[in-house]
């Protein structure tokens, strides 16, 4: 089993739709999460990071549930400018943190 | 402010030869670490550094080495190419270790094609 899953998608929408990506994690220990963005061969860029009590960014909402393991992002109002690849990263802190990533979830907003 | 820079850009190389890849962290920054990220993949974590030494690694073999410097750069080497070395390599540097919440800083990337 894989530390970080997710759907790889694509998930194509219509702008102004919303849409919402689901990431797995299987190690309890995990600490820091965190959502990043990739645009076709580009570096990932941080999008936000995740906090327990949940966190919102203009279009983008992200929650954390530590007892079923599993965070989420959620974006309103899509924007073709949206449409990149979507990394959900798990860190387990124990001396560094070293960043898991999952495969990805590709988006692709339509218009 | 100068963020994360990678050198080369591209690089293609043959089975078997040797390849250095280079990596410089954004200013204030002292740990580097790296990753390989093959085509539709998320990146994987090669190893990391942190004052010159390899503080941790990932599940990758011997062939893949690394160096930190006085001044926090870094290079990877990979020996023995093989085909399936071709990938994105990415370099991401990170600050002094004052809480768990922050993200790395990525390079972009070395695109290296192995044939």
């Known amino acids: 089993r894989k530390e970080v899953e997710q759907d790889p998608g694509p998930f194509n929408v219509p702008e102004g739709a919303t849409v919402a990506f689901n990431c797995t994690y299987s190690n309890s220990a995990s600490q820091s999460f965190f959502w990043y963005r990739q645009d076709c061969r580009k570096e990932p860029k941080l999008l936000m990071s995740v906090y327990s009590s949940g966190n919102e960014d203009g279009r983008f909402t992200a929650q954390l549930n530590r007892a079923s393991q599993y965070i989420s992002l959620l974006i309103r109002d899509s924007k073709l400018s949206d449409s990149a690849t979507y990394l959900c990263v798990v860190s387990t802190t124990s001396g560094t943190y070293k960043y898991i990533f999952g495969t990805g979830t590709r988006l692709k907003v339509l218009a | 402010d100068a963020g994360v820079t990678q050198s080369p850009t591209h690089l293609i190389k043959t089975r078997g030869q040797q390849v250095t890849l280079r990596c410089s962290p954004k200013?204030?920054?002292?740990?580097v670490s790296w990753y390989q990220q093959a085509l539709g993949q998320g990146p994987q974590f090669i190893f990391q550094?942190?004052?010159?030494?390899?503080?941790q690694r990932g599940n990758f073999p011997d062939r893949f080495s690394g160096h930190q410097f006085p001044n926090y750069s870094s290079e990877l080497n990979v020996n023995a190419l093989l085909l399936g070395d071709s990938a994105l390599y990415l370099c991401?540097?990170?600050?002094?270790?004052?809480?768990?919440?922050?993200?790395?800083?990525f390079g972009s990337g070395t695109r290296l094609t192995v044939v």
């Open positions: 550094y942190y004052e010159e030494e390899e503080r």
């Open positions: 200013s204030g920054h002292d740990t």
């Open positions: 991401a540097s990170s600050p002094p270790r004052t809480g768990t919440y922050y993200g790395y800083t």
